[in-house]
């Protein structure tokens, strides 16, 4: 069964940093496009941060010049770099994948959180 899961997270305060990693688990193929996601209280979940299997990355611009996305294909893993935190980046973080099976299809997977709390 394939999974996705989640370390880094933590309180720290406001201009830290934190990096968030998240590694799949499994039997697979191949996995394609990775991402990070947060949903704070009260609030829906948004989009941080993306990347494709090339590289090629995408960010919300709230998070841009702050962090940075990045995967190590061999480890199945994706980061982010947070640099410059601010108390409105407190949320919970989603790992997200799109992941091929073995059979040539194509799964989305969700991690199952990790707690970024900053503090001012």
């Known amino acids: 069964q394939v999974q996705l899961v989640e370390s880094g997270g933590g309180l720290v305060q406001a201009g830290g940093s934190l990096r968030l990693s998240c590694a799949a688990s499994?039997?697979?193929?191949?996995?394609?496009?990775m991402g990070w996601y947060r949903q704070a209280p009260g609030k829906q979940r948004e989009l941080v941060a993306t990347?494709?299997?090339?590289?090629?990355?995408n960010y919300a611009d709230s998070v841009k010049g702050r962090f940075t996305i990045s995967r190590d294909n061999a480890k199945n893993t994706v980061y982010l770099q947070m640099n410059s935190l601010k108390p409105e980046d407190t949320a919970v973080y989603y790992c997200?994948?799109?992941?091929?099976?073995?059979?040539?299809?194509?799964?989305?997977?969700w991690g199952q959180g990790t707690q970024v709390t900053v503090s001012s």
């Open positions: 997200n994948a799109e992941i091929w099976s073995r059979l040539r299809l194509s799964y989305n997977y």
């Open positions: 990347i494709t299997s090339r590289g090629t990355t």
């Open positions: 499994g039997k697979f193929f191949s996995i394609d496009d």
